[in-house]
């Protein structure tokens, strides 16, 4: 990240203890027309800044969480376009965000160790026609009034409640009278954040407008459809024909991804101890303030409740905004099998609906940075959307977050929960050098290997001082949510905490030998880092110790259960990491299929096994098993979701909470990786491999994948057996049919097999 000097600016607030949506101006004269102008802002909170009255920013929800005790993200604009000669006005409001949270929540976002007024810092640079230059800084001449939004909670929603016949953007546009407003204060030193640096991830933008469905109409109250479920906001506004004389519309918006048996919206929450939630309290003005739409919030939502305090629900007119993060689509993909390409649409819809600065899990229900949620659907991420960057970043958010005994919080960034509650689980944490090596390989990323391997592997080492007697790594969740569990799984989970543990060294080892490779090309494969071979064997007798404990060879199975019993996910991880001993190997596939075949192509996984076992299935020669699972109509499945309307991932197999919750859709990896056939190479895309599985019963597939190498193309046609690929320059392909293997330079290719 790009570093920026704090002495450019000063930090300013609004007077009192905990101000409410502060107003902060300055109004500034330019001798000569703007050539060319920098913008640097940020907030801590929540921050929107206008320039005479226009968006400076094309972003929303910026500058988006971090623990400003570590680092603070500065949002970089072009204003050149929005000023003039002449009386000029810089104009941030500000909202609480994560910052300066109010609502009592069971992360204790409210009591963050951080937690203050919210402020803002700003610094203008502006070349003049006239060969002079202009700097604009926030400091003590600004000025400030308290806003009309007069609550505003991240889990709450807010309240607006303008003055009657105000103009609320007047105060961004010059001519404003601010003589009334009051001076701003700088906070003292030690309470301003030092360390600011440019924001390096996508920013959150508006990318859609949903022009709801009425569901039903009943008096002052009206339910409406956005026909999917988003994360973002709705836009209120009076209809045009309204008179500038009629009375305000007052009136509540309650959201939510569900309703109720009784036909209103499900917004409740264990979570958030409010009586509110999800819920706008809007006033809109006719001679005055007509229209509104959050701020410094954003909802997950399908549903929403208007209920009218005041005035005519006919007056209203009501949009669906839905916003995420501005990523560039990473992949398509068509096939002869509709459900295939729904499937692959609901996981990035559900992906999208959690991006927001750092990959979260539910955009309703908790809007947390749960580690483990990223941690099964990293390749997702790659394929769906250009993730680099906000990848990248929620790795610093991680590093940010961990103890100087090396462990690491379950959600990231974290006010200073998941430590102790939901923990040890290391099946989240491990995210953190896993990540490493996935930026590394996906993207060819290196500074994170030399920026974070040490910290990556100081919590390796905190996890392998916590091994028992029997040489294991216990956690407390495990593979979570799986049919019939309210939450952690049932069993052993220290086979599942302790394979995690042991991959966690092999993917940082993996990433040490492509740094010193990288840095010392001529180097032979024998003098790659001693530190990687030293790992490796760390994960090698994790994984011995693992058969020692769990593996019946003569049976073919884990045995990890309470009561002895057979569990998948254990299983299909095992052969998916090549843990299973050659000689049971065969035993363990029978075994697994034997289980599957026996609950009627059922799966009886949580969010680790549904992200493997498709994929073993393939790799043990079962895919036509594998594409049974995924279709089987009935639950507990995927193809149930989504034949009954939905167009994302449910959370849970059983009465689900969330209904936009990506860590059950990661099966998008097996269809991308084994019915297309396409996966980047052990180092990365320079060489990928093509492999599609014959066994699966699907006639044709397309699928275009962008990387750091290129576009790669391919349509396999099972029906035809033929196959036909496009290798950009600078790559090649492995390419692997029946009775077929062979390289694919860049360029051109069709294989019949």
Known sequence: MTGIDADLARWITAPGEDPQNPLLRTAFTLPAAPLRARLLVTGLGVFR???NGAEALPTRLDPGLTDPRRRVLVCEADPTDLLRPGQNVLAIALGRGFHALTTPNVWRWEQAPWRGPVRAWAHLSIELADGTRRVIRTDDTWRTWPGPVTADSVYEGETFAPEPGADVEAW??????DSAWLP???PQPAAAPETLQLREAEGVVEVAEIRPQVVRRDGGRLILDMGRVIAGWCRYALRAEVP???????FTARHGEKLRPDGTVDDDNEHIWTPRFQCDEVRLEPSGARSFAPQFSYKGFRYVQIDVLAGDLDMLETTGIHAHADLAVASSLRSSEPYLERFDAAMRASLANNLHHVPTDTPMHEKNGWTGDALVALESFSASFAAHRTLRAFLQQQADAQRPDGSLPVIAPTPGWGYTELSPAPEWTTLFPVLIDHLATEYGDADVVAQHSAAARAHLDHELARRDADGLIDGVLGDYLTPGSPGPAPEDRRLTGTLFVAR??????????????RRRPAAAA???????????EQAASLERAVNAAFLDAGAGEYRIGRDGGFRMTVSALALAWDVVPAAAREAVVSRLVEEIGRRGDHHDCGHIGVRYLLGALSEAGHGDLAWRVLTNPTAPGWRAWLEAGNSTFMEMWEQPRSCSHYFM????????????????????WTEAVLAPDPAVPVDRVELMRRSVAGTFRVAVDRREHRLDASVPAGARVRLRLPGLEETLGAGEHTRHW
């Open 526 to 536: 024998d003098a790659l880092s001693p530190d990687a071979r030293r790992l490796r």
């Open 172 to 177: 961004t546009r010059p001519g404003f009278d």
């Open 665 to 684: 859709g990661t099966p998008q990896t097996w269809i991308h990786e084994h019915v297309a056939g396409l996966r980047r190479g052990a180092d990365g």
């Open 49 to 51: 800044a206008r320039v």
């Open 184 to 186: 701003v204060l700088e």
């Open 244 to 250: 500038a004389e009629a009375a305000p519309l007052a």
């Open 504 to 517: 966690a060294l092999r993917r940082l080892a993996h990433a040490l030998d492509l740094d010193l490779a």
